[in-house]
């Protein structure tokens, strides 16, 4: 076997493991979807099958629209989302341009820092968010359940290392043409950066999107309830109801794959830069 079949022998058995893989990955979302079409008797049905008997099935998705408020809840999350994704962008930014664009006495120090509060785990926090959102007078706000998202260590690092990748050169030319700092971030910082921006926006959108403990412990009013606590309200004390729990997340899965459709450009710009965010 000669070198060049060697390497596509190589190739193809690495595409096959990250089929494979990815396979593995999605199969869970895919299941979820296909498991919101059917019927209590096909979930009840051995063996059990992975496709529904008819996608026009739709009394899942209409028994949650029934049960429960689920515009409420998905303007809840949505508030949520964006303002808590928007502020932590906003501070890891300026952070991050500060770690390198500035020196100030103890700057490694304090950016290690930092990055030693990735190592906590958030669940060591939550009785002491708790006592400080509930001290503040922000049970059943907006802003206690963004509150504790407003900070976050990954994004600034992602977002030091592409500012170090931009030429001092630049900086330096646009000083001269008398531009000062904020207007050299805002107008030519940012848009050679715009691919990780968008990359880090959609990894905390859905993150917070996605939340449910926090959400759940700082809300009492249903009327506060973001979608993924109001998922858990399709259950009953004498049934599970899958098929309607499934339809319910399949609805609260359409703002991800919207984010997705819209933005995969710059993520698979920032992905092949070397800025996917895990």
Sequence with gaps: M?????????????????LCLGLAIIFPVLYGILGAFKS????????PTL???SFGYTENFETVWRQVPVLRFFFNSFVVALLGTGVRLVFAILAAYAFVFFEFKGKRFLFFLILGTMMLPADTLLITNYQTVAQLGLMDSYLGMAITSFVGASQMFMLRQNFKSAPLALKEAAHLDGCGDLHFMLSILLPISKPVLVTLF???FVTMWNAYLWPLLVTNQNDMRTIQVGITMLTTLEDTNYHVVLAGVAISL?????LFFFLRRNITRAMAAGALVG
């Design 2 to 18: 000669t070198r060049k079949q060697k390497k596509r022998l190589s190739d193809a058995l690495l595409s096959l493991l990250a």
């Design 40 to 47: 209590e008797a096909e979930f009840a049905a051995y063996p």
């Design 51 to 53: 496709f529904p008997q």
């Design 202 to 204: 959609v990894q905390g």
């Design 254 to 258: 359409i703002p991800a794959f919207i």
